[in-house]
């Protein structure tokens, strides 16, 4: 078992940036494919990015792409979300997730074992 732990978060103006960490204890970090996902009030929760467990795969949403990077540094049992020019319409609660193996699709949250508490991220227009 693995416990996250998200921080990172705030209150940003458009254009600006935030760098998301999530911390791991329990299992060995590097067992772990990664992955952020988003939830706004109201809606489903929302696929962002994820990682291998090595780091050497990344993968995005579209809505994303070229504005945010995942990161991993394995020695340091934490994952990161670099998110530059964000926008209001990302903000949200952000929350790390684990699983063994990237599930099939990665995009499905419903796919991984372990979850965060969440960290919000609000962009002020």
């Known amino acids: 078992q693995v416990q996250l732990v998200e921080s990172g978060g705030g209150l940003v103006q458009a254009g600006g940036s935030l760098r998301l960490s999530c911390a791991a204890s329990?299992?060995?970090?590097?067992?772990?494919?990664m992955a952020w996902f988003r939830q706004a009030p109201g809606n489903e929760r929302e696929f962002v990015a994820a990682?291998?467990?090595?780091?050497?795969?990344?993968y995005y949403a579209d809505s994303v792409k070229g504005r945010f990077t995942i990161s991993r540094d394995n020695a340091k049992n934490t994952v990161y979300l670099q998110m530059n020019d964000l926008q209001p319409e990302y903000t949200a609660v952000y929350y790390c997730?684990?699983?063994?193996?990237?599930?099939?699709?990665?995009?499905?949250?419903?796919?991984?074992?372990?979850w965060g508490q969440g960290t919000q991220v609000t962009v002020s227009s």
């Open positions: 997730a684990a699983r063994p193996l990237l599930p099939i699709p990665y995009s499905d949250y419903r796919g991984y074992d372990y």
């Open positions: 990682i291998n467990r090595s780091g050497g795969n990344t």
């Open positions: 329990g299992r060995t970090f590097s067992s772990y494919a």
